[in-house]
């Protein structure tokens, strides 16, 4: 139990520096690293990411905001988009198959990857 708790600190530490770097994408290594190191299933994985990143994407966004790199014209419309697509996503987390969550989430992560690329 000790040796699992040294490793949330230290992928804490890593994720929440990645997130604060690139705004949010701490998510995406979150759940390899839930998973993988510390033995969540899929969708434990998933939900706990989404947990564990949310504080850390709002202290990052105020630091944001006061460091006036944002603007609310965007701002306003995207929250509200992602909430709502938060809401949806959830509901979906418990009803579709984990092979299916497991799926998505690597299709996001190539067509984001092939999209930086390019």
């Known amino acids: 139990m000790k040796s699992n708790f040294k490793k949330a600190i230290i992928s804490g530490v890593g994720l929440g520096a990645v997130n604060g770097f690139f705004g949010g994408g701490g998510g995406m290594i979150a759940v390899p690293i839930l998973s ?10 998933h939900a706990t990411a989404i947990l564990v990143i949310a504080p850390v994407c709002l202290v990052s966004a105020l630091i944001y905001i006061i460091g006036g790199f944002t603007r609310a014209d965007v701002i306003i419309p995207a929250t509200i988009g992602n ?3 938060g809401l949806v996503g959830a509901e979906l987390l418990g009803k579709i198959p984990e092979i299916w969550t497991d799926l998505i989430f690597i299709a996001v992560l190539i067509v984001a990857g092939v999209k930086m690329v390019i």
């Open 36 to 45: 993988g190191a510390l033995g969540y299933s899929g969708k434990q994985a």
């Open 83 to 85: 909430v709502t697509g």
